[in-house]
């Protein structure tokens, strides 16, 4: 015979100084768990809605990202009549030769400097790109001195706010427009006219990168084959977000363990604390445990009950922990990026976080009522009533 749900439910409510006890240390941890998983899901979200699934980026064979590469004029020229790519109502083939360099700029808040990754782009940037919107202002004008910047890094660097300007190379930039892109890695960098960055930094007219539309996103793998095979030019090409959730795949995967680490301390240490909160409870109910058994419940629903309080606490707990978490949905971070650069990214809290939590919480409520459940199960009915 099985003691009922609504046993358990009351037995929460009466001793709720106990309870309130375990479910604040459980929200605790699931509410960090849940700002954690948030912070490494939004940065992997960055890299990975950054380019399009049918775009792909072509770089020098063997450079470990755009920042060391370097591909001659007669080889862009080579790629870009390829009849895989793409072309515009004009004819023209979409693809925008790039170049990327990094500068030291300082943060808003306590003027500490920082990488910040400077990308010198041509007027087919922005259709070979897609989802590029200027949010505040207007495009750049090429061949003048104006930069956009994205929303991330604009919330991040000093100086720069619509209209107004940043010191690079001795130069001065304005800013004319503020853009988004859908929440990608571009958002956390400063766009310019390619030849004005060539000439301000010195540097012979190359592209490092070419970024460029194709037909399909299937074709990428025969594309791809064909230009490691090919002698007359020394590029690699690869799918565009796969190519810059590579650049910052072990920083992603440092804050996924970072989250896990601290998690599983945390939850050991939310554990230990159920169960001695079970084993109070457990105590206290001695009698009323005795009493049970000699009514003819078995030693099974004893340990099924006691196991489903302390998941039902687990569970209010990670509910809780769920809500307390919510705020941290509105938070920005920042971190290295490719090329050693800083890529800001909001945190991305999502319902398979929240189950995750929920899930979390649940298996604390497990181990953390086992042991206790097995003691109240094994308690002698005789000794239970002579306990009292």
Known sequence: MALPLSYNFRNVIVR??????AIFGIALVV???????????????????????DNAIVYQRGSASELTSSIPKDQENFLKVDARIQRDANGRPLASPEMVVV????????????????????????????????????????????????????ERIEGLDLNGSIKIQKLNWKVVGIFTSEGSGFESEIWMDSKVLSQAFNRREM???????LTSASVIPEFAEELKADPKVQVE????????????????????????FVSIVMGIGAVFGGMNT?????????????????LGFSRASILFSFMVESVLLALIGGAVGCVLAMPASTLTAATGGPGFSEVAFAFRITPATHACGLGFAALMGILGGLFPAFRAARVPIAAALKDS
């Open 16 to 21: 709720w100084k106990s309870s309130l006890l």
């Open 31 to 53: 509410s960090v768990f849940i700002a954690l998983a948030g912070m490494s899901n939004g940065f992997r979200h960055a890299l990975r809605s950054t380019g399009r699934t």
């Open 103 to 154: 500068a030291n700029l300082l943060h808003r808040k306590d003027l500490t400097p920082t990488n910040v990754t400077i990308r010198g782009v041509t007027p087919l940037a922005f259709d070979v790109r897609g989802g590029i919107s200027i949010r505040e202002g207007r495009r750049l004008t090429f061949g003048l001195g104006e930069i956009i910047v994205g929303q991330r890094i604009a």
């Open 207 to 213: 592209a490092q990168s070419i970024s460029m539309r």
């Open 237 to 260: 090409l690869k799918e565009e977000r796969q190519y810059y959730e590579d650049q910052a795949g072990p920083i992603a995967n440092s804050l996924l363990a970072l989250a896990g």
């Open 278 to 294: 079970m084993y109070a409870i457990v105590s206290q109910r001695t009698r009323e445990i005795g009493t049970l058994r000699a």
